[in-house]
Nanobody
Framework: QVRLAESGGALVQVGGSLRLSCAASGSIGRINFMGWWRQAPGKQREFVASITNGAITNYADSVKGRFTISNDNAKNTVHLQMNSLELEDTAVYYC??????????WGQGTQVTVSS
């Protein structure tokens, strides 16, 4: 069974930094995409960032210049370095991956809370 395990969520002050990590385990094969979405209280889930197995990245406009996504294909992991955090970044962050031979898989989410 394929599983995504996220870590790194925490309470941080405005302007601070956090690094989220996500590791895929199980018989997953090659992964084409990994990335992150987030869902703030009372809002719809929104795209944050993604990365292909060829390290092509994509970011939401709201996080460009502040967040950096990276991956390790050999370990099926993805990281999200979040700098200059703002109150509006408070959300549950969900990792996902899109394997080459199956549909999107989601993690359980990790809470990021930015306080003033």
């Amino acid at each position: 069974q394929v599983r995504l395990a996220e870590s790194g969520g925490a309470l941080v002050q405005v302007g601070g930094s956090l690094r989220l990590s996500c590791a895929a385990s199980g018989s997953i094969g090659r992964i084409n995409f990994m990335g992150w979405w987030r869902q703030a209280p009372g809002k719809q889930r929104e795209f944050v960032a993604s990365i292909t197995n060829g390290a092509i990245t994509n970011y939401a406009d709201s996080v460009k210049g502040r967040f950096t996504i990276s991956n390790d294909n050999a370990k099926n992991t993805v990281h999200l370095q979040m700098n200059s955090l703002e109150l509006e970044d408070t959300a549950v962050y969900y990792c996902y991956c899109i394997p080459a031979l199956s549909s999107r898989i989601w993690g359980q989410g990790t809470q990021v809370t930015v306080s003033s």
